[in-house]
């Protein structure tokens, strides 16, 4: 058997540990996040942990087959991650205020237009691997969940932020 028919990634126990921390930060991020005294710790973590599936990403790309649950563990991961340290900057770091007085109270509705960037953009990364086209950019495949899941995560905020009108700052 090749060496490249091995599919790279993590191990299963990388794996769930890695599902695992996201979740932990999850919790404390929702359960605990208002009074917490350690909300830069929190933010710094969820920093760590956003960067940690990038970079194995990254790692895992060069090769020709990559485990499909390294995929979904590290898109999962960057989602739980991104999301909490956007809601940690708006919220608790006063960005959803700053953002109100820059942009007004509006600045909620405009979350649409960078869903929607961030949308098209893994659009045209999807249409990217289409046998169709003749002419591919050289960015990796494993990188198109990864631009979806901004935008979904961009689109949760929206909504939080709706809710719990933080443009009301």
């Not at 499909?68 to 563990?73: A, E, K, L, P, Y």
């Not at 700053?98 to 007004?104: Q, V």
């Not at 990217?128 to 949760?156: C, H, Q, T, Y």
Request: charged fraction near 15%; charge should be positive; proline fraction near 2%.
């Amino acid at each position: 058997m090749e060496e490249t028919s091995v599919p790279a990634g993590l191990s299963d126990v990388a794996e769930w540990s890695f599902a695992l921390a996201a979740l932990v930060l999850l919790g404390w991020h929702l359960l605990l996040g208002r009074g917490d005294r350690l909300k830069l710790v929190r933010l710094l973590c969820a920093f760590a942990l956003l960067l940690a599936p990038l970079f194995v990403i990254g790692l895992v790309s060069a090769r020709p087959l990559v485990r499909f649950s390294t995929i979904v563990t590290c898109t999962f991961v960057y989602a739980v991650s991104l999301f909490v340290a956007v809601s940690e900057i708006l919220t608790l770091f006063g960005g959803a205020a700053i953002l109100t007085r820059w942009r007004g109270a509006k600045w909620v509705k405009k979350l649409d237009y960078v869903y929607f960037a961030f949308g098209s953009l893994g659009a045209v990364l999807a249409v990217n691997r289409m046998n169709a086209v003749g002419e591919k950019l050289s960015l990796s495949d494993l990188f198109v969940p990864i631009v979806l899941a901004s935008a979904l995560v961009v689109r949760v905020i929206k909504t939080r932020a709706e809710i719990n009108e933080w443009n009301k700052c």
